[in-house]
């Protein structure tokens, strides 16, 4: 049975204390309990935006470049269901005024027939890619993957039949707990294979970077200069608040995308 309204809107109220749980992932037995009961099995990867991905090295005349955004619109192609929520569960419980609130999650598989339809709907493959048009040019990044939190608050299942498809903004993701989230939760959610994050010489230390926000806290002044530490998870947001162009978000294997649905398509089964 799908979750009720009410429960859905109990999960909007307690949303902003997400870091209180986050932390209790960290305690003895609990964490592991926690770990199994809403992160069991979870693989999710930060696609970077395309427009400040760069790509290493050479491209000959006439390749052309698999982008980012191409992994998710395969997934749109290939599924036989498509369902948008009617808003984003965090922007709206964080109540966001920087990004659109109405441009909320696309589930694909056929688990997402079990949503409650009174949070969103099924729409075809050409609403779904253009839902997804929408939400890059309202600046938002996209998450892919398996992530079981989504099925147990929808209450929907199996979750090997629910692939997630967020659209987030620096300011309200879910995933800011990921620096006080036990080390093992966090791993699970992974930057995108064949990217690199870079701060080049035009650095000037203004700490733009950091004062903007890094959602994972990836980022740390070193004397005059940002320095960017493994726990990035290559969104990209960095690189459009530098006043100076000074970090570049680097593509340095152009042949990513055939691992990514793969590995993707080992977790769920969108057909």
């Known amino acids: 049975m799908a979750s009720p309204v009410w429960f859905v809107s109990l999960v909007k109220r307690t949303f902003p204390q997400r870091f209180t749980l986050a932390r209790l992932t ?35 005349a006439g390749e052309n470049v698999v982008l980012p955004s191409r992994v998710v619109e395969h997934f749109i192609e290939k599924a036989n269901y498509h369902w948008i929520m009617n808003t984003c569960i965090c922007r709206e419980s964080s109540g966001c005024r920087d990004y659109p609130v109405d441009l909320g999650c696309l589930f694909l598989g056929e688990a997402a027939m079990g949503i ?6 099924r729409v075809g493959k050409d609403e779904a890619l253009e839902h997804l048009r929408r939400c890059r040019e309202a600046g938002l990044f996209q998450l892919i993957g398996r992530n079981k939190l989504d099925t147990v608050w929808l209450n929907v299942k199996p ?24 080390e093992e939760i966090g791993s699970k959610v992974h930057r995108m294979p064949g990217v690199e994050v870079r701060v080049t010489e035009r650095c000037k230390g203004c700490g733009t970077c950091v004062k903007e926000g890094c959602f994972v806290q990836a980022i740390r002044m070193a004397g005059d200069r940002a320095v960017i530490g493994e726990e990035c998870r290559g969104c990209g ?10 970090i570049e978000l680097v593509l340095t294997d152009t042949a990513f995308m055939e691992d990514l649905v793969k590995r993707i398509a080992t977790l769920v089964d969108v057909t």
């Not at 947001?237 to 000074?246: D, G, L, Q, R, S």
Request: a positive charge; charged letters at 20%; one cysteine or more.
């Open 26 to 60: 960290k305690a003895p037995l609990l964490g592991g309990l926690l770990d199994r009961w809403l992160f069991g099995g979870d693989d999710i990867i930060y696609l970077p935006k395309d427009r400040v991905v760069k790509v290493a090295g050479e491209v000959s």
């Open 116 to 121: 409650n339809p009174r949070l969103g709907r």
């Open 159 to 182: 979750g090997n039949r629910l692939l997630t498809i967020c659209n987030c903004c620096p300011c309200c993701c879910l995933w800011k707990m990921i620096p006080v989230l036990s």
């Open 237 to 246: 947001h960095c690189v459009e608040v530098c006043p100076h162009e000074a």
